[in-house]
């Protein structure tokens, strides 16, 4: 591989500056870990398990929240459980939503396995064939400042699979607490709990 | 397909009773897996510009989709044949976990004069599956069972944030909608 590889936390921290009231969704393991570390927000919805759901809890999200900025974040493996959902988003094709894929090509949490796109399947290219209207794979910082700026934008739905390195960092833990986090994210987005 | 089963008239319409049950619910969304049982609902609301309808590749995207829209403070409902319930099995931790209100209308095979015996593992499991994960379940098997059932779940499901499944019978499916 020639590509000079992003580190995960820059990349995050990034793409969460100046957030406002964008509504975050991670993807379970280290995507979680990584924002929560980026700062602990009431409009973020991390999840611990549900391996394949992050996308569709983005999805639902930027439907019933249109004025709002949704923002997925999370990992080439739990992506690839939901290669459907690609499908499912693209029919839908909310203009405020944006899938941040970190790509290190490995399974980080089980021990490093190599994952599908580690050999060869490019996800950003998957989110082009069905039809995403904004898809990129992103080498440079300069590549998630643009990302973060089309999150904000709400004009396309987009895709970006970012070329992180495998490098463990310290586990940044959210709380695993459902309820609390539902009611929390419900709570900022003034519902009635 | 041909079908045996006679055409009985019954005064209940209770495939156009689901979405205006639905309806007085306020549901704002519809996912669903495509299945006869569910036509004229699916119809209906995909004719239905305040719902969002939400074809679905795989019964299991339904849980996080309804997940995110109640987060968002809408409801929804999952509509999928029996055999879809087994493709959402650990996706159900997300509302076991987090307590999202749950609704979901699941049309039945194999569990009456099914013709098909792939169907039957599945059909068979159905409810015990949805039981072990948390899900509550009400069997409807005549026309006039539907309504009570669908509000007294979605009651359940809407104001007590629980997992809720309505399983629509064969022997209530059999004897409309199949026969073209």
Redesign the interface.
């Known amino acids: 591989m020639t590509e000079a590889l992003l580190k995960r936390r820059d990349v995050v921290a990034e793409l969460l500056k100046d957030r406002a009231e964008t509504?975050v969704?991670t993807g379970l393991g280290s995507s979680s870990y990584d924002v929560m570390a980026a700062g602990d927000h009431d409009l973020n919805?991390y999840?611990?398990?549900?391996?394949?759901?992050?996308?569709?809890?983005?999805?639902?999200?930027?439907?019933?929240?249109p004025n709002h900025n949704v923002l997925v974040v999370t990992g080439d493996g739990e992506m690839l459980m939901?290669m459907?959902?690609f499908?499912?988003i693209a029919?839908?094709a909310p203009k405020n939503l944006t899938i941040a894929i970190l790509d290190n090509g490995y399974y980080g949490e089980t021990g490093m396995q190599l994952s599908h796109s580690g050999r060869g399947v490019e996800l950003d290219k998957v989110a082009a064939s069905v039809k995403f209207d904004w898809t990129a794979r992103i080498t440079d910082m300069a590549g998630v400042a643009d990302l973060r700026r089309r999150v904000h934008a709400r004009d396309a739905l987009n895709c970006a699979a970012i070329a992180i390195d495998a490098v463990e960092v310290e586990r940044v833990l959210p709380s695993r607490d459902?309820?609390y986090?539902?009611n929390r994210?419900?709570a900022a987005?003034g519902?009635i709990l | 397909m041909t079908r045996t089963t006679p055409k009985t008239k019954s005064p209940i319409n209770w495939q156009s009773q689901v979405y205006d049950i639905l309806k007085e619910f306020h549901v704002k969304h519809m996912a669903y897996v495509p299945d006869a049982g569910h036509a004229t609902a699916i119809d209906k609301f995909e004719a239905d510009n305040e719902v969002t309808s939400v074809v679905l590749t795989t019964e299991e995207e339904g849980i996080p989709y309804l997940a995110g829209a109640s987060l968002g403070g809408d409801r929804g409902v999952l509509l999928m044949q029996s055999s879809g319930v087994g493709n959402c099995i650990n996706m159900l931790s997300l509302q076991n976990n987090a307590r999202f209100p749950l609704l979901m209308l699941i049309t039945m095979r194999g569990d009456w004069a099914e013709f098909n015996q792939w169907q039957n593992p599945m059909g068979q499991a159905t409810e015990a599956a949805l039981n072990l994960m948390g899900v509550r379940t009400w069997r409807a098997d005549r026309p006039e069972e539907v309504e009570p059932l669908v509000r007294g779940a979605a009651t359940m499901a809407f104001d007590g944030d629980q997992a809720c499944a309505v399983l629509l019978g064969q022997r209530l499916i059999g004897k409309k909608e199949w026969t073209k």
């Open positions: 509504i969704v919805y999840l611990w398990g549900a391996m394949g759901g992050a996308a569709m809890v983005g999805l639902g999200l930027a439907k019933s929240r939901a459907g959902a499908a499912t029919v839908q459902g309820v986090i539902k994210v419900k987005l519902q």
